[in-house]
T-cell receptor, first 118, second 112 residues
């Protein structure tokens, strides 16, 4: 099956710094990737849809200047949390769609990145 | 707008007992429906999906789900629970843009 990786799996950063999270599709090309945020004991909240070669589409209420998304290639999307604050601490998960697969809108999820801002 | 409702945020069963996790969807067009499982501190793994090919869908780990249009339901079942089934389960529907609309999740506990 299609595999999506995320790096790092865990990161701790100081308040005010920026941190970058990478999402890679390992064995397929993903024109569309998605970034989610998950709070403890909660469902996933879609933050933005990342399209290769174009600007990301952000969901309502998500600050695009704070959560910078870049999808420069068909296998890599990055999420940069800028000027991080403790309230940005969360579990961030990416997913990717294989447009040439038989997935019928199926998304393949990465293992997630635990961000802790101190 | 499409939505998904999972009935019961927490379900507890005994090992060997039937697992039933309920999901109802709201959709004006035939949807694509999914069940994903999430183990602690991990991403999501696809259990099964409905894409209109068959109403009874068999997935991994012995799970299956039946699409019932008349009831707008897509409940997840497994005849006999294992301890390893303890996890969070999400029912999702895909909208026409390919976005997944998530249910609120159901935490399954399995007692020995």
């Amino acid at each position: 099956g299609a595999v999506v990786s995320q790096h790092p799996s865990r990161v701790i950063c100081k308040s005010g710094t920026s941190v970058k999270i990478e999402c890679r599709s390992l064995d397929f090309q993903a024109t569309t990737m998605f970034w989610y945020r998950q709070f403890p004991k909660k469902s996933l909240m879609l933050m933005a849809t990342s399209n290769e070669g174009s600007k990301a589409t952000y969901e309502q209420g998500v600050e695009k200047d704070k959560f910078l998304i870049n999808h420069a290639s068909l296998t890599l999307s990055t999420l940069t949390v800028t000027s991080a604050h403790p309230e940005d601490s969360s579990f961030y998960i990416c997913s990717a769609r294989d447009p040439w697969g038989s997935g019928s809108y199926e998304q393949y999820f990465g293992p997630g990145t635990r961000l802790t801002v101190t | 707008a499409q939505s998904v409702t999972q009935l019961g945020s927490h379900v507890s069963v005994s090992e060997g007992a039937l697992v039933l996790l309920r999901c109802n969807y709201s959709s004006s067009v035939p949807p694509y429906l999914f069940w994903y499982v999430q183990y602690p501190n991990q991403g999501l793994q696809l259990l099964l999906k409905y894409t209109s090919a068959a109403t009874l869908v068999k997935g991994i780990n012995g799970f299956e789900a039946e699409f019932k249009k008349s009831e707008t339901s897509f409940h997840l079942t497994k005849p006999s629970a294992h301890m390893s089934d303890a996890a969070e389960y999400f029912c999702d529907v895909s909208d026409l843009t390919g976005k997944l609309i998530f249910g609120q999740g159901t935490e399954l506990s399995v007692k020995p």
